[in-house]
């Protein structure tokens, strides 16, 4: 059975290797999804740490110049150029009666008007708010010693942070998202292997001279599904070495994130995405059979792509939290791989339970798959 079984293989691998378009597919989505994460992470962490002036439009500087002066302190200076296209305008406008306002211990009235939906322009504003909210706690303390009160009176509780995350769990916070991408390589990188080998195979009038060789549908179906679960551990291997690598030239220590993965722990991860793969096959392998066109498989497997990517979003970004989750497929490599990155002690009976269900549902799929192939209907695409 087994030489049966890595004949079928070795020659459904073969065949896939010479087809670029597999071998692309298999490598496009491991390699350039991390780079694009890569790409807007630099961004972000450049507008979090830009020390570049903030220019604005300040009108009526004339009657604040102590408050124009915090501002320069503070890197927020008045614009002398036109506005760039792509830009909008962040104008802060000074009151007229501020001196009157100051001299009566009134609040004095500032305007600040900008795009506040602006996404380029956001970290600017903010800057704009907080410096201008520090000048008006400066102002109220000054006005409560004034008048010979402890401006410490107005502080009813002073609340000391102890912040106890270690640089790896800041990581997971933002690694979260890389994460996925190493979850759903192993997704991806063997889809279009799997329905070339299936509907592709029926389209050509491959599959019924295969199914007429001496060996069984199971041992079939094993063939293929080993095949194509190459190429998505290849994916997975693939994201496994490029995201840690590509991280390293992230400035990521500038916002108190660290993110170092010994190999050691790169091997483990690259061992849980392996039951996640075949599980991925058997379910492509799965669809495009039931699929009566190539055409048709790739629309269905499209949509049964987004099981997977709601399932990891949706745990990922809801923050949930339950035990239970450690024990399924997919939930299980997800939560195993936010433990390697904060640096915590693996769970390794969680871990070890949910490779075992994925690898029994993965199971159970080929043996469905070997059943359908006894059908003339699911052979011929009737």
Known sequence: ??????????????????????????????????????????????????????????????????????????????????????????????DASWAEYIATAQPAKVTLTADFSAQKQRADIRRVETAVSSYAQQLGVIRLQMRGIDPNAMRGIDLVKQDTATKGSRAAIMMGSVLVFMLLSVFFSGMNVAIDISAGERERNSLELLLSQPL?????????????????????????????????????????????????????????????AFLATAMQLFVSFRAKSFKEAQTYISLVLMVPMLAVFGVEFARL???????????????????????????????????????LVSYILIRLIARMLSSEKVVFGL
């Open 1 to 94: 059975m087994i030489t049966q079984i890595r004949i079928v293989w070795l020659k459904e691998l073969k065949d896939a290797l010479r087809d670029k378009r597999s071998v692309m597919a298999a490598m496009s989505y491991a390699f350039f999804g991390p780079l694009l994460m890569a790409g807007a992470f630099f961004l972000l962490i450049s507008q979090l740490t830009s020390e570049k002036d903030v220019e604005i439009d300040i009108r009526g500087g004339d009657y604040a110049p102590a408050l124009v002066q915090h501002l320069n302190n503070l890197g927020i200076v008045e614009r002398s150029e036109p506005w760039p296209a792509g830009k909008q305008p962040i104008t802060l406008d000074i």
């Open 321 to 359: 939290k339950n035990q239970l989750l450690y024990y399924l497929p997919l939930t299980g490599q997800h939560q195993a791989l936010l433990d390697i990155i904060k640096g915590e002690s693996i769970q390794w009976l969680p871990l070890g339970v949910s490779a075992l269900v994925t690898l």
């Open 216 to 276: 069984s549908a199971l041992q079939l179906v094993w063939g293929k599904t080993l095949a194509a679960g190459s190429f998505a551990i290849f994916g997975g291997l693939l994201s496994v070495i490029l995201i840690p690598l590509i991280f390293r030239y992230l400035p990521l220590h500038e916002i108190g994130i660290s993110v170092a993965i010994a190999w050691p722990m790169l091997l483990l991860i690259l061992l849980t995405l392996v039951p996640l």
